[in-house]
């Protein structure tokens, strides 16, 4: 996961969990898994670089038996992972930012990232 400089409003919890990221009008759909997740949105990592700012469905499998939050998405940054293993396929590390967010899924978002961020002090 990149490391770089953090300038979120929100706090990010490193959480893993199923997403699956859809853009139609590309006819890409990944399914991948969630790197961190905050109330202001998502790092993944996929297998191919997408335009900043272009728009995906995304569609988050927590673990809290309920079910999956679905919403749109902004890509707001794209960093290539650097490796040594000339056999490993290019991945990147994606930045989502939530645009459509309902109340009741914003307090779910809450609720997991502090749970996470309670564990890790």
Known sequence: MWEGLNR????????????????????????????????????VVLDKELDKFSEAELKIYFEDGQPALECLGRVVWVVKRESLDPTKPVEFDTGLEFVSLKDSDKLRIERIVQQCLSKEQ
């Open 8 to 43: 979120r409003r929100f706090p990010r919890a490193n959480y893993r969990c199923k997403i699956v990221v859809v853009r139609k009008r590309h006819m890409d759909k990944f399914n991948t898994h969630t790197e961190n997740i905050g109330l202001g949105g998502v790092c």
